[in-house]
């Protein structure tokens, strides 16, 4: 005698449009890639990437998201979602920092930053760091200096690796300013990316006009892109507010002071670009 579970139709699945592996759900588990665009996700106005519903700034260009899409039918819908994403990058940082047994650096510095990265030693008996409770703030802070290091050491395969969670860690973000805004673009210009780089740059000199990060960000793209007038104009730009900007002591600007003084002696002349 069959009963009703025995009469249940199979779980429907389709071909995955990337590695044509059968799949079902929202991903394919072979390969990662967005079988469909679920009915909640949220568009970015900006530059329409598709980001899951709980995803407060763009991954691809940094802009705020709206609230689009059907609204939750309570409270505990909404927050599902933003469990669910924060709860998955842990699980993969975890994963990943043990599969590496060695903590990231504990500074990075953008492209063309001057002297090589002082990495950090790995914890005792080379346990990797307790990520679990880390804020959203510190596990993008963590992604960037992973990213960064190994960018800088040449280790394309980690920076692939490691990009697409910091872009998720980014867009889980409570608030973006301006520090955060310049880590993305610097991931973003390592994976080639720089249309969105250039995003945040614009962003930064629309928010903040006289923010040195905006202009460093500008500078650095129209370097990569070829573009030298617009890379001279940046220049031009970073050093008309550089001492102004310098004496207001901005705690990003202290973290990352070795890169400013850097930028600064390209512009003037004194060092050369790298």
Same mark, same amino acid.
């Given at each position: ?7 249940? =139709? ?21 390969? @990662? ?10 568009? +970015? ?5 598709? #980001? ?5 700034? +763009?991954?691809?260009?940094? #802009? ?15 927050? !599902? ?7 998955? !990058? ?24 001057? @002297?090589?990265?002082?990495?950090? #030693?790995?914890?005792?008996?080379? !346990? ?14 963590? $992604? ?44 973003? $210009? ?23 990060? @905006? ?5 650095? !793209? ?22 102004? =900007? ?7 600007? $202290?973290? *990352? ?6 930028? *600064?002696?390209?512009?003037? @002349? ?5």
């Amino acid at each position: 005698m069959t009963t009703p579970a025995d009469q249940s =139709e199979p779980q429907q699945t389709t071909r995955c449009p990337k590695c044509a592996s059968p799949a079902s759900g929202r991903f394919c588990t072979n390969c @990662g890639a967005a079988l469909g665009v679920a009915s909640t996700d949220i568009e +970015c106005a900006r530059c329409h990437h598709r #980001s899951p519903s709980g995803t407060r700034f +763009c991954p691809s260009c940094g #802009s705020p998201l709206g609230a689009v899409g059907p609204r939750p039918r309570s409270a505990a819908a909404t927050w !599902v979602p933003w469990i669910l994403g924060g709860g998955m !990058v842990v699980v993969l940082l975890l994963l990943l920092f043990r599969s590496s047994g060695r903590p990231p650096a504990s500074d990075a510095q953008p492209i063309g930053a001057a @002297g090589p990265v002082d990495g950090a #030693s790995p914890d005792a008996g080379g !346990v990797p760091p307790d990520i679990s409770n880390m804020s959203p703030r510190e596990r993008f802070n963590r $992604l960037y200096q992973r990213v960064i290091t190994a960018a800088q050491q040449g280790d394309q395969a980690t920076v692939q690796r490691f990009t697409p969670m910091a872009l998720a860690a980014y867009g889980m973000l409570d608030k973006v300013d301006a520090d955060a805004r310049y880590h993305l673009a610097m991931i973003e $210009l390592h994976v080639g990316d720089l249309a969105a780089a250039q995003a945040q740059a614009d962003s930064l000199q629309k928010l903040e006009p006289d923010h040195l990060f @905006g202009y460093v960000i500008g500078a650095a !793209v129209a370097r990569f892109d070829k573009k030298d007038a617009e890379r001279d104009a940046m220049y031009q730009k970073f050093l008309a507010r550089y001492d102004k =900007e310098i004496a207001s002591k901005k705690p990003e600007y $202290l973290e *990352h002071q070795k890169m400013l003084e850097e930028v *600064h002696g390209i512009a003037t @002349g004194e060092k050369p670009a790298k």
